[in-house]
């Protein structure tokens, strides 16, 4: 009964004590009046006092080294000329090896007593639990494709993220990079707590899950990109020097292997997510707690060896921690049912990189054997066969480790342990087969990979230092052969025969994780690719997050393909659009190669009318950087550009109305208005929209686009370029622009002054009727009326004249335009063939004819004969060669009328050219 007594440190039991103890051990027996003094005041204290500490926070998993100072340029993307080996960064600190290998330094006490089903399945909650005959992978794509579409707290809390974001990436643009990882991961996490404090819907429960998903990989991406640049920076200098310790070999293992490293935070990246995921159940711990270690089988054997009591199964009659298995006996039901809850306890502490936690629970349950044998794996150390000092140290770790971890395999290969007690062992022995039996999830997939890669590098340098005994057994050949890298992890995982793990596997998220742990940036842009031109929609924070993790590679001037770049935040850009993020687009609009940010963003502007909006939209512009010139420009070209039909004569059947189209057009030279030092363009974007607009007989809309003008553009124009070349002429391009300007203007000034006299004409006054038989009174009131029309006659016949006078100035100031004549450029512009100088001389052939008609209309309606034959002088001069202009049938229509004012002269007792 020696093992009765070992274990035995609570004393005697008594009857009324083990009653008790098998109704708290076992809830469905517990009764409202049994009170066991088995929970001791102690333990009762200790839980009471952990339940009202404040969680010490989470260690990083890079060993806690320093942040690397990686400065974030302001505007990169594709175009970052910067090097990742330009940036300074922290020497990495010597690991402890130790603590690497199996991380129970970590001793935060939180974990929680699971029932009977997969302890996996609580640590990590599906995204559609209560969800029934789905698929993983597309319900998450389905729910997710719908976020931010309809009225739901939840998503409406997360959709806060898309500014958080852009906050976060610009309050860093020139600071750690991976402060901004660090900072990407915080806001994920903050959202989620929102998140399960809005409800348990299905798209909040959606959104939650893709949140974690990204929390954890920018923890991830955090851990390895800081190791791998730094690995990057440092020399490759061979530190391996010869030592008798096995923790001093494995420590420059790790110095100098980055696989090894690498693989090791991956392992402990996947540790620090199930014990976010675990939380705290150590007042559940407390419920089964105990010093005794299977009390109900030693009460059962005290009855029996008192004979008092029989027992009806047989039980085992040693207490040692073999005895089961070595008498091939059962212990007491309750005594199996506590050591099943606490072996799933026990392993989620270790899954969760939580060792010493795992011996402080097994010494609270009366198992410090069991905590014994978690503790042989650390490295064997002694200091004092180097220090040289005198004085003796405490040796660390196991000498006969080795051996420790033979028996380890051998008992996660007894089938008849339970199966969480064998994946304890074999995730210390690195037995991977036992490990995967419960693993039934990616995550846990992949940590037991990892872990036993690790684990099986670590063995392969001890072996080869020639530090391990060879005379002891040899590690199994499974396990020292498999010969483990990174790549073969995931095509091994790939071909598990769990149907779950697979569709994980194939998860957004997780192929991000895989090829990022990976390395495998081209792999990454494939798959990017891939997701884009699918005709599923990418969730929105799916978007965000590929975005963001693009722009920290082109931080670091790692080198990623453009296309593929540019379509994710091509993509990216049209959900801000669509989701009216108006504050965001311009900042990563900036991000886009030049000449592509410029049109992207102008493509967006065309959509927006409204002039505050138009002017904020340009302040965000500038504030990124972009050419808001080039912007602008662009936005008043393809306005004006659309739907616009050819140059179209005169006499063809047009409708002149300004429709919707037309004043698109007219608007878009708001645009330009915004900044005085856009005038020369804005100057220039006007003629160009006037000339289809006079090409088309619309000349109310060319007035509202020549209104648009502000009257001191051209003397703006001047001042500005004086300003900067005060010894140089205005640039051919500007003074021509302004010459078209006024030539368009004296074409408005001259149509606008023939619609003053047609206007006055068409209302000439009306000769009052006499009344027949009228009375006297009605006489003198007829003759009165009749006095009253001769005088308005005169007055309306003056006002006409004088109208006519000013048709005639306003055409002959077209006609005989001066410097060359209308819509003639006076300076040549080098090396230039534009559409523009065949739209003006179109023009000419156009609207001179035109003008020249309504002249003559004029004066052969005011029997001006002579001054319509004068104007035909002008026409025939060969001075400025007017008559080329005109077409044949126009000639031919203009002699005629010219003929029938001659006749009219010739009726005057005139010649035919008027004179006597």
Known sequence: MAGIRGEGAGGELDDDTVTRRR??????????DLMSPVVRDTAVTRAARRKTLTSRPVPSPSNGSPGVSMVTPARPLLRTPGSLFRHAVTPRLNPDVSAILATGSRNQRFTRNLDDSDWTNSLYPSPLSGLADTSFTDDITNISSALLKEDDPGESAASSLLADFLSSFLKHSSSAVFDLLEDYHTLCLDKVAVLQKAGATSRTSAVRWILQQESSTWRLM????????QSALEDD????????SEKVVVEQLFQRDAVIRQSQLVVDWLESIAKDQIGDFSDNIEFYAKNVCWENTLHALKLRRTGSVGLAIPLVTELDPDAPLRQQRPLANLDREDDTRLLKNLFSLIRAGMTEEAQRLCKRCGQAWRAATLEGWKLYHDPNMTSGSGRLTAVEGNPNRRIWKLCCWSLSEEEQLDRYERAIYAALSGNLKALLSVCVSWEDCVWAYFRVLVDSLVEQEVTSSGLANQEEEPLPREFTEANWTMEKVFLDLQATESKKVLEEHGEHHHVIQRLVILGDLDG?????????????PLPSHLLRFMTHLVLFYSSLGIALKEEVCVAVLQSYITLLIEEQQSELIASYASQLPPTLAVQRYASYLEGISQTALQRRALQLAAD????????TQLVVEAVRERDGPEFIHHTHTLDTNTTQDDQKKIDVIDWLLFDSAHRAEALKQSNTIMRRFLALQKHEAAKAVFSKVPEDSMREIYRQWEGLNPDTPLPAEDDNAIREHLCIRAYLEAHEAFNDWFSHSSSAPQKPVPASQAKFTERVANE??????????VSWQARLQLLANEVKDRVYNVLLFVN???MRDTREVPDVVSERGHQMELLRSLCLPRLSFLLLSVLTSSSRHQEALQLAHVLASDQDHLYQVFSQEDLRRFLQKIRESSLMLLDRNLDALGYN
Do not use: H, N
């Open 820 to 822: 060359g004549g209308w």
């Open 222 to 229: 955090t851990s390895l990109y800081r190791d791998r640049v």
């Open 524 to 536: 990454l842009m494939e798959e990017f690719s891939d997701w884009l031109s699918s005709c599923k």
């Open 784 to 793: 009165m009326r009749e006095k009253e029309y001769q005088e308005e006659c």
């Open 624 to 631: 990124a950087g972009l050419d808001v010139a080039a912007v």
């Open 23 to 32: 109704s708290l051990a076992d809830p469905a027996r517990r009764r409202d």
């Open 237 to 244: 200098i061979d530190m391996t020097v010869a030592s008798e």
